[in-house]
């Protein structure tokens, strides 16, 4: 049973930094690409970043140069840095696969709040 923990959420001012981590349950963690995603009120979740298990990332132009995704396969954690943050970037962020293995596997988010 896959189970995905998130955390590391909070309320900062612009211009400030927040680390956060997912963490995972199951043995198909390390072999799977893992993303974070967001999901601001009023619209649809977006993958904004995703690594794959060995490593290589890849980000949404949003956030490009600001945010940094990296994994520690032994924790079966992934983990999303976010520098200069901004006020549009508050949401509820989620870790899940990608491509989504399960709808059954969001987990319940951590929320990011960016005052401005």
């Known amino acids: 049973q896959v189970q995905l923990v998130e955390s590391g959420g909070g309320l900062v001012q612009a211009g400030g930094s927040l680390r956060l981590s997912c963490a995972a349950s199951?043995?198909?963690?390390?072999?799977?690409?893992m993303g974070w995603y967001r999901q601001a009120p009023g619209k649809q979740r977006d993958l904004i970043a995703r690594v794959t298990s060995g490593g290589s990332t890849n980000y949404a132009d949003s956030v490009k140069g600001r945010f940094t995704i990296s994994r520690d396969n032994a924790k079966n954690t992934v983990y999303l840095q976010m520098n200069s943050l901004k006020p549009e970037d508050t949401a509820a962020y989620y870790c899940?696969?990608?491509?989504?293995?399960?709808?059954?596997?969001w987990g319940q988010g951590t929320q990011v709040t960016v005052s401005s």
């Open positions: 899940n696969f990608f491509p989504i293995l399960s709808e059954n596997y």
């Open positions: 199951g043995s198909i963690f390390s072999l799977n690409t």
